[in-house]
């Protein structure tokens, strides 16, 4: 894994995704430096899949830009996304780690070390040959970080890693993401958990109803946040 | 039952006329099969990964060729192989590549249709993936291709089965000449219109045999396929 380099912060100017009549992105202006993770959370439909996406340039915006190191050209940008639901190529593990590999243009004499790496860092070495559909859902969560961590990303997004996975499972993500973090990753990613928000955030960004209500660092965001809606989500009563 | 001990000696017997009609009742349908696979996949799976006008009435277009009659294919390409037609000087009208032709434009609709939806369904799994990874419009068909490729193989039974069965499209190109053109369906229709049914019932148990037998060689394919791939 490289060094952390000069493609931060990521800058979103003015950021609308209208859909018909339904407003999904309103006007997002929001600057993400390098550091430890960035958290989203909020309510469902909040969002934050479609702000990782916009980021990701996976979809169209209605208006407004994202820029990279104040570079409004991504193509270059070495980034990767895992979705709330990843989807396991029909290959064996170490086959969706390879086309991964592939698409980053990765010399076809590395795969073998690179795949036997990242299988052990998700901790996955043995399943290399298992097809990938058949593994649990916490192993296929894992697999698919692993499979975002092939293209060697500068920023890695994740949509709700662990929803849906059992504490085992969580930690084992929440440990990857620490040790990735560490390395100079920077880290982008949503969740519904305020609990992982405070064990991963280094900065924590609430999302309501398209917008960013409140964007800080970790440690104010709990302790000292300035709206109403950072306020209620955080007691655990229902921001809707 | 005299007429099926007779049918069940030839086949035991290894009658040479009879397996000339069968290996070339195969090498033609197996053939066409491939050549229609070698168009129809790539077709399909162009349409599934692109819009345009006129789309849907497209796949519509495609979907009912599926139930082209053999004799109307069967006339189409004697029309154009036929001396005076566009493709008269290539000679090939009574011949089994003649045949072949036919039974491609008889099965490629259909490897073309099925394709189509079984590359749109995982398309629509694969999608976001494969947008995230950034692969390219090329890598994409031969991604899906690839990975649909145990499903693929259903399309191209179902392909064989229509050429396996089909006697209009053949009879009327290759003209059911003895030793030449002659295949187990066509043999099958003139036998039995002559009256010597213990060969047409011989070439009949035959011709299920064989659809049979290809039909199990793929299944098992796509199931240690499967166990493999997932």
Redesign the interface.
Known sequence: MRAPDTKLPIVLDNVSIVAGAVTILDRVTQTIASGPPTVLIGPNGSGKTSLLRAIMGIVPLTSGSVSWGHCSDASSIRRAIMFQRPVMLRRSAAGNLAYALATAGVPRAQHAERIADLLTLVGLRDMGSRPARRLSGGEQQRLALARALARDPAVLLLDEPTASLDPAATKAIEDIVRTVADRGVKVVMSTHDLGQARRLGGDVMLMHRGRVVEHGTAADFFTQSRTNEARTFIAGELLV | MGGDSSALHMVLTGDPGLYAIVWLSILVSLSAVLLAAALGIPLGALIALTRFRGRDGVIVVLNALMGLPPVVVGLAVYLALSRSGPLGSLGLLLTPQAMVVAQTVLVAPIIAALSRQTVEDLWA??C??L?????GAL?RIG?LVW??R?SLVTALLAGFGRAAAEVGAIIIVGGNIDGFTRTMTTAIALETSKGDLPLAIGLGMVLMTIVILINALAWFARRAGE????
Do not use: I, L
């Open positions: 799994e694969y976001d993936e947008a995230a990874m950034q692969v890598g991604t990975d649909a145990f166990r493999y791939a997932g």
